[in-house]
Each structure stands twice: as C-alpha cells, then as structure tokens.
C-alpha cells in the first residue's frame, strides 16, 4: 500500500467503483470526486454517494452547467471527425472532468487521480485509450509543473476481467449491488439498454451472478 | 489570407485583442469566445463585446462556476507546487478555457484557435508557455482525434513588442481604446496596479500614446 492520496473520479457505476475499491486497497487516503453534468441516469450520482458513505471516503460532487461542453455527431455531423467515433461521444468531455479532477489534486498536493477508462472493447471514444491519458498527463506537467499520476487499472481488461477483478477486491461485491449502469436510470434495471446487456454479459461470462440484480430479487 | 475559419479566446484586453485583429487580417472567418468566470475586472466581458461588435465578429459568452476550478498558493502553499509558478496562478485555469474553446472548435469543425498567451516575460504562469500549448495540441488530437491548431502569435514578442504589431493591423488601433487591462476594472484606469503599470511601459517603449488612455483624456 502507497503511504499516498489519490483522487478517484467515481460515476457510481461498475467500473468507477471498482476502481475505488483498488484505490482503497492501494492507496492510504483515498478521496472521490463526482460530476453532476445533466446525464440522464443521475441516479448515478446517488449511488456514488451512497458508495462513498459505505466505505467513508470524502466525496465531491461538482456541478457542470449542461451548456459549458456538448455537441455530438447526433447533433449534427462534422466533416474531419475521425469515423471510427461514436455518433454518441462528446468532444473533450472527459478532458473537462480530468482537467476539474486535477486541479483539485494539485490544490490538495495528491499526486495520483484514478479513472476507470477501458479501452479493450473501443468503441469509438477515442479519450478512453493510453494515448490520450498519457497526453493529458503530459499537458498538466508541462501546464502546471506538476507530475500528476493517472492511474488506469481497467484500461486492458474485458468486461469479464473487471468482474473477477472486483470479486478479488475486499467489499466490491457488496459495494456493486448499488452502482448504476442502466442508460435509463432505473432499479432494477431495465435489463434491455445496451448498458444493462454490456453488464449482464460481463458476469454471465465471469461465472458469477451480478449483486445488483440479486440485490433488486432480494428487496 | 487563409480560406478558413479561426476561434479566438477574448478577454477583452490589450494582447487577446490584438490577435482578433491579427486573425482578422488571417482567416477568412472570425469568431470569438469569453470566459465569465467571476474575474474581478469583469468589465473586461463589456469590452470583448464592444470590441466584438465593432467588428461584426460572432461572439460566444462562456458562464463558468466560480467554484468550477480554483486555489492558489495564496488560498494553501502546497509542497511540490514549482517555486517559480505565480502566487496568484490558479492551477489549470488556462487549460479548462483551452478546454471548452476546443470543444466549440471540434463541434464547428473550427481547425485553428487563437489565443494571446506570452512568456517573454515569464512571471509565473507555465500554462503560458509554448510547451504546454503544444501538449494541449497533442491532448486533442489523441483525446478526439482532431488536428487543432493553437495559434499564439505574441508568445515571444514583449509588450513594447506587442504595440507596434497592433499598430500595423488594420483598425486595432481603434478597438484598443475600448480595451480593458486595469486589475481593478476601472475606466480611465487607476495607473497604479501592476497590470496597468506594465501596458504603459509597453505604450511608451514603443513610443505611442495608448489610445485608451487618449479616449479617456477626450471623453
């Protein structure tokens, strides 16, 4: 364990939680910050705080103006986008979140921010790869002369691995029967958006059954 | 004259005013985009518009949450922060403008910012820098696979340097009477802040009078 801070950017879904449970197992202090930017399955954002509660890490949710970044090929198609981008991905979106995130570690003096960013299965969202985060990383040194780590624990793995990932974890099991991936927002979840059907397929191929779904059975 | 469009970050001084001349005299199109982030001189969002609408430029106003991004070292000294960097910088502030103008830019399929950042006289603010303008560059391109161009025209250039280039474009002359440098926002300006004091040294380096100052006389 790193006698160290990080900040972990949590969302309240699978993946943001799992990486706050490595967090806590690698780190001493552990913090997490949320954003609320008008997503339509804010009920993340609920499931973040009742995590963080759970495991008693401080928790920051920053609100984002929903007109401070968007735009989307849904919107209206842009000549010189790259075509192997999803019609559903907002320019820099992320670059915002990390931008917020790390500032906030570099006004705490944290030296670590942790992302749950996977790129195994791309699907067209070009900030969720190495390249990028090793880029981001290089811009806040030579912008603010500050050697942020940004720590990636999922960025390889397959929607199977982060399954059995977070089983080994102390306390995720328990902690993913209240994160959100549902597009929809709903609990129990709908079960039918690409979302629920990415999750289920995950644990399916685990061997293991998914502690949200038994969790909504059991209620 | 290039046959495109360019997006200028305005804050409605001396040095962003002067590159939205040098890009009028550059690109085919021109639009600007200002940041309301809680400045102190705020009146600086009352120039950029006048400025803008004196020349017929498209101009976006940016709201952000003053709690968005914040924290100097006057607020906390934090260990590791570099000892050259400003009391006053706040960590990545730069970045989360360069970050929203990119946004716009990538939705538009705007190719080319410009902004009016300068280290000749390097005090203290390393986002001001051409190595973090070009590692904003690269975040870009590997976070949304998009070739942004940063224009920085006055990056080595002094401020005596800075008056006789905008004496030679068209009609910046004029809008620089309607500029606002003044830390305390005020018109005629106090004289006595430091940003005040290093504009006049520029002006009478260069051996003009500042046409603010004689709008100011004439008024």
Redesign the interface.
């Known amino acids: 364990m790193k006698d160290e801070k990080a900040l972990v950017i949590l969302s309240g879904g699978q993946d943001s939680t799992t990486c706050l449970y490595w967090a806590l197992k690698e780190y001493k202090e552990v913090e997490a910050i949320t954003f609320d930017y008008g997503q339509m399955h804010r009920n993340e954002i609920v499931s973040a705080s009742k995590i963080c509660s759970m495991v008693k890490v401080p928790h920051e949710i920053?609100?984002?103006?929903g007109?401070?970044?968007?735009?989307t090929l849904l919107?209206?198609p842009?000549?010189?986008?790259?075509e192997?981008?999803a019609p559903s991905w907002?320019?820099?979106?992320?670059?915002?979140f990390l931008?917020?995130a790390?500032?906030?570690a570099?006004?705490?003096?944290v030296?670590t921010l942790v992302i749950g960013v996977n790129s195994r299965d791309y699907s067209g969202y070009?900030?969720c790869?190495i390249?990028?985060i090793?880029?981001?990383e290089?811009?806040?040194?030579?912008?603010?002369?500050?050697?942020l780590l940004i720590e990636k624990p999922l960025i390889n793995m397959t929607k199977k691995d982060i399954v059995l990932f977070a089983k080994g974890l102390l306390g995720c099991w328990e902690a993913l029967a209240y994160t959100l991936t549902c597009y929809k927002g709903e609990y129990p979840p709908c079960g039918e958006c690409a979302a629920c059907k990415i999750r289920a397929k995950g644990f399916k191929e685990a061997g293991f059954p998914d502690p949200l779904i038994e969790r909504s059975k059991n209620e």
């Open positions: 920053v609100f984002i103006e007109t401070l970044i968007g735009g919107d209206k842009v000549e010189g986008r790259g192997n981008i907002v320019p820099l979106r992320n670059a915002l931008t917020i790390s500032n906030r570099i006004v705490k003096g030296k070009p900030d790869r390249s990028f090793s880029a981001f290089d811009m806040v040194f030579y912008g603010a002369e500050y050697p």
